[in-house]
């Protein structure tokens, strides 16, 4: 079965600084790559998905690289704050298709 | 406008029973999904329902788990004889649009003893 790996498996930041979460994909099929982020007891939550078409998208503080030739995409979150202490999951799967493969998660602490 | 509501949050089930977890999708959405979490690990599809039909059940253990979303009322994830193995987050999602725009419950979170 085709993964998604996620590293690193857990990030300290300091407050201000930049949090860099890397994800390798092996399904050049998919077209479809989002971030989800996840708060202990809740669902994860979508934050941000680019498409093999951009290079890059940035939402806020948040900004998705993705690299179609090394097959890799990262999330980094510039200005970390507390408030982004959470876990946070990569995936891929299809456009049209039905599910999403997930990555194992980051678990990120921004100290204050 | 509720999201998608999962219930029970908490579920506590002796070994041999049955679990029967709910999940009311966004009104309007059409498409269900269930996905496992383990401790320490990513989420994992397990199944892909349309209203009264299982399109997807390629992730779903072939024996004891089951799903159905009937025309009317909630999805259901029906677990039968639950084993200490099956003690994880069931979390519940519903899109739009198949993929794009999922939107997760906060889970059920399944206690085999």
């Known amino acids: 079965q085709q993964q998604v790996k996620q590293s690193p498996q857990s990030l300290i930041v300091q407050k201000g600084g930049i949090s860099i979460i890397n994800c390798a994909y092996e399904?050049?099929?998919?077209?479809?790559f989002p971030w989800y982020q996840q708060f202990p007891g809740k669902g994860p939550a979508l934050l941000i998905a680019?498409?093999?078409?951009?290079s890059e998208k940035k939402e806020g503080r948040f900004t998705i690289s993705f690299n179609k030739s090394a097959k890799q995409f990262s999330l980094h979150i510039m200005d970390s704050q507390p408030g982004d202490s959470a876990t946070y999951f990569c995936?891929?799967?299809?456009?049209?298709?039905?599910?999403?493969?997930f990555g194992e998660g980051t678990q990120l602490t921004v100290n204050p | 406008n509720a999201g998608v509501m999962q219930n029970p949050r908490h579920l506590v089930r002796r070994r041999g029973q049955e679990a029967r977890l709910r999940c009311s999708p966004v009104?309007?959405?059409?498409?269900v999904y269930w996905y496992r979490q383990l401790p320490e690990e990513g989420l994992k599809f397990m199944v892909y329902?349309?209203?009264?039909?299982?399109?997807?059940e390629s992730g779903m253990p072939k024996e004891r788990f089951s799903a159905e979303f009937p025309k009317e009322g909630p999805s259901i994830l029906r677990i039968q004889q639950v084993v200490r193995g099956d003690s994880a987050a069931y979390f519940c999602?519903?899109?739009?649009?198949?993929?794009?725009?999922?939107?997760f419950g906060s889970g059920t979170r399944l206690t085999v003893v």
């Open positions: 999602a519903s899109s739009p649009n198949r993929v794009h725009g999922y939107t």
């Open positions: 399904n050049t099929a998919f077209d479809y």
């Open positions: 680019i498409r093999p078409d951009v």
């Open positions: 995936a891929d799967g299809e456009t049209s298709g039905s599910r999403l493969t």
């Open positions: 009104k309007g959405h059409s498409h």
């Open positions: 329902l349309q209203k009264e039909n299982i399109i997807d």
